[in-house]
């Protein structure tokens, strides 16, 4: 199979070559037009030939050269002032088009027979020889016109595609051919059909190789690789989608004309995450001169590199002028795929570790061997119902974690960390939001200390909002839903949420890693929140299909930790722009000189597991604003 593929990929790869040698000009209608004149042309010269036996009379010729003259214009300008007469395409040329170019074509010989014996005094010519110009002409002119489409199906013929087989009825199987045949999609090999005395018959040219009882031999024998069911309604479907299971083979089904004009088909498509990107945000720019700068000859290291944010992090990174990138996570198939994708980047080090940033050997032997210039910490545990029954592990992946590694690049001289934090962490009603929180201030509380101390490390803090595609988005859960049918989940009609892409979030990360900050917070500009439902609704719109309709809405109920609206900061907060024209910064506010302590003893109590009342309780004492019961706050837009 490989082997046929790579013929047929050289074979078409020629064809192409050959196809782009040949100028544009020569399918212009007005070459098609001169082509028909050189035909009628021929027409007439063949048919005095034919008439007077290849011996034409000298007293002829003067005869022949005037009705040349005449036929000449009239054959391509009776096609041109004709309906539709040169808006045929001549390399989809069929049966019909060839009866019309004859019903277009007879009214010129019935007007020159016309003229032959009504008007007097023009060069005779045989009545035989004007009808014998009708018949090559339509001959001549059919022939050129089916050599433009063989022509077009060899350059395009056996492209590597792959091998279909059509199972189908006598009703539609010709038709799904002519449609196959008009795309470059699939290479059609042969028929299946349900009716007996087909097999062994040529269907537009194609054979009828079976029954579909005897689909799974045919499978092997000829290497099919797709099987299209040609008709919806068809009675061995079921048997036929079993037989191609079994070779692990995808099959498609091309509805009859009868069942979309019916509403039997529901058309529809796949939505990608590109796709709502587009719908709803501007397009990434190239990197920012000051983040090129920031960047350069640097080594940065990014934690939680194998996560949706994490990788596209690193992804960027990597194509800047860094000296060296490290990644890491504990996740070792994250780390093995996102490496596959990285490691072609040319004087680049890429340098994997595979570790728990829990763990203070992992970070500090990590901080020591490689002595990173910026680091993007990205690595937390982030779904919000799964945090509200693993307290402890949310306290000490998002809490501890951080100080680990807020401790080591103060240690080891880093430059500039940035922590990627959450909206959920404003006025935080669930465990994730109140320990991200946590973290932002742990942040803060490092950044004022290390003032103090001449410390060189620059500590920020970094807010989104719902990422689109990240791990946990609402937005892979809703193509899940909308893929098996339905119906679509969502928690309350009135939720509304900020949304942004993973690229933005990126942009954001590296752009807030350019400021000398002080463990500031900065947010990107997302708008106005979006209700989840309207969401909901646009990407099912998306898709082709009609919420309510096609797709079922259900509303279940919040989950636990969750609220209506987030905010993006307090109130009370400084918010100014920066150099950034989407960037803004929250200036923040002065941690309380116990913070560290009840720190301290809600660290040692995640560690000694307790329960996760327990946990909620000491997150509850420190000054987080920590909510269980999250109160409804009204959506607030950033302002600009």
Known sequence: MEHLRGTNARGVGRRERY???????????????????????TAVIGAYALRFDFDIPPKMLHSMWTWLCVVIVLRPLSLRLTRSGYQSTWRFFNVGDGLRLALRSVPVTIFLLLMRWLVLGI?????????????????????????????????????????????????????????????????????????????????????????????????????????????????????????????DLPVHILPSGSDLMQGNVRVSRTVSIDQLAQANSESISEAHPAVVSCFNARTVLVTGAGGSIGSEIARQIAALNVDRLVVLDQDENSIFELMHQIESQEGKEIVPV???????????????????????????????????????????????????????AIEFDCERLVMISTDKAVRPSSVMGATKRAAEMLIQQRADASTGSGCKTHFACVRFGNVLGSRGSVVPIFLRQIAAGGPVTITHEEMTRYFMTIPQAVQLVLQAATFASCGD?????????????????????????????????????????????????????????????????VKAAPVLAGFPKLLAELEQAARMRQSDTAIQQLLYRLPIDYSPQGAELAPMAIAN
């Open 521 to 585: 917070i900065y947010m990107l500009d997302m708008g106005d929140p979006i209700r989840i439902i309207d969401f909901a609704k646009d990407i099912i719109r998306l898709a082709g299909l009609t919420p309510g309709k096609d797709i079922d809405i259900k509303v279940v109920g919040k989950r636990p930790g969750e609220k209506l609206h987030e905010q993006l900061w307090r109130e009370d907060a400084l918010v100014t722009a920066t150099q950034f024209r989407n960037v803004f910064q």
């Open 123 to 247: 060069p005779v010519v045989p009545y035989s020889v004007l009808i014998m110009e009708f018949i090559i002409f339509l001959g001549l002119a059919s022939g050129l016109r089916v050599t433009r489409r063989l022509a077009h199906e060899a350059i395009y013929k056996a492209a590597p595609r792959p091998r279909a087989l059509i199972v189908g009825n006598e009703t539609t199987l010709a038709t799904s051919v002519g449609y196959l045949r008009s795309w470059r999609e699939a290479q059609v090999i042969g028929l299946v059909s349900e009716d007996n005395r087909l097999i062994g018959i040529h269907i537009a040219g194609l054979p009828v190789l079976g029954h579909p009882e005897s689909l799974p031999s045919l499978l092997a024998a000829h290497q099919i690789e797709v099987v299209v069911l040609s008709g919806a309604n068809l009675k061995c479907a079921a048997q036929v989608i079993r037989d191609a299971t079994r070779f």
């Open 354 to 408: 595979v570790g728990n940033i829990r763990d203070h050997e992992t970070v500090y032997r990590t901080f020591d061997r490689y002595r990173p210039h910026v680091t993007l910490h990205a690595a937390a545990y982030k779904h919000v119902p799964m945090m509200e029954w693993n307290c402890c592990e949310a306290v000490l992946n998002n809490v501890s974690a951080t100080r680990e590694v807020a401790d080591a």
């Open 19 to 41: 196809a782009k040698l040949i100028p544009s000009w020569i399918f212009h209608r007005n070459v098609q037009t001169l082509l028909d004149a050189l035909t009628a042309a």
